[in-house]
């Protein structure tokens, strides 16, 4: 079940002090990625795990995780009551003339296989902490994916427009979505180690192209078609 929530201009995330885990969860995430995950996934890097969001203030408040715990919690969501993993991300919607432009995820990746989806996208992590100030920077992350995903450099964005959160609590993520104005001409590339193909479906096809692939689309760029917050 999906759900979004309107954001303002004056959307801050900020980190707090870190709330740490049970020991005997803590033992259980070591041992199932050990047997489960660490051979097929050796990436554990940090994601931003999101404790609250005051919808009135705009305040986002949360702390840095290991990608691990995420990992196992999305198998074992019973032992997590009460500890939930939020994971933050952000998706961005890039418009490009009378374009936008969709990514075909690679079958090899741990979410969303083989689906649809608006690019780039990708979780925050502690790159985008300003270690003084505890603030968090989701457009150094948006920056980093469409270098990173779509060979696109930041200098050829020429307008950026938050669009809404989106909060799946069932894969326990919460988007940041957002709509880049990317100046033409750009080249995309064929494929790459997250996407199988990409393609540019001008906005007056959007529609037709979603009840053709519906469900071969990830769960939020469904949702944000479905919702007309393109």
């Not at 979505?177 to 494929?191: A, G």
Request: with cysteine.
């Amino acid at each position: 079940m999906l759900k979004s929530s309107v954001l303002r201009e004056d959307f801050c995330i900020s980190t707090i002090e870190t709330i740490e885990l049970p020991e005997a969860l803590r033992d259980e995430i070591e041992s199932r990625y050990r047997e489960e995950f660490s051979k097929s996934d050796d990436y554990n890097g940090e994601l931003f795990n999101v404790v609250s969001f005051d919808i009135n203030s705009q305040l986002m408040e949360g702390f840095f995780t290991d990608y691990k715990s995420w990992v196992v919690q999305r198998v074992r969501r019973d032992a997590f009551q009460g500890h939930e993993i939020k994971a933050l991300a952000v998706s961005a919607i890039i418009q490009c003339g009378d374009c936008v432009i969709l990514g075909k995820r690679s079958r090899e990746v741990s979410q969303d296989a083989g689906l649809w989806e608006f690019c780039p996208s990708g979780s925050i992590d502690n790159q985008c902490l300003d270690d003084e100030s505890g603030i968090i920077d989701y457009t150094s992350q948006l920056k980093i994916e469409l270098e990173e995903e779509l060979a696109i450099p930041a200098e050829k964005i020429s307008g950026m427009e938050l669009i809404c959160l989106i909060e799946d609590d069932e894969e326990g993520v919460i988007d940041i979505c957002v709509r880049l104005s990317i100046e033409s001409p750009i080249e995309l590339p064929v494929s790459n180690s997250e996407y199988r193909e990409f393609r540019k479906i001008p906005l007056r096809e959007i529609d037709s192209f979603h009840g053709d692939n519906s469900v071969l689309m990830s769960p939020v760029s469904s949702y944000l078609i479905q919702k007309s917050l393109l």
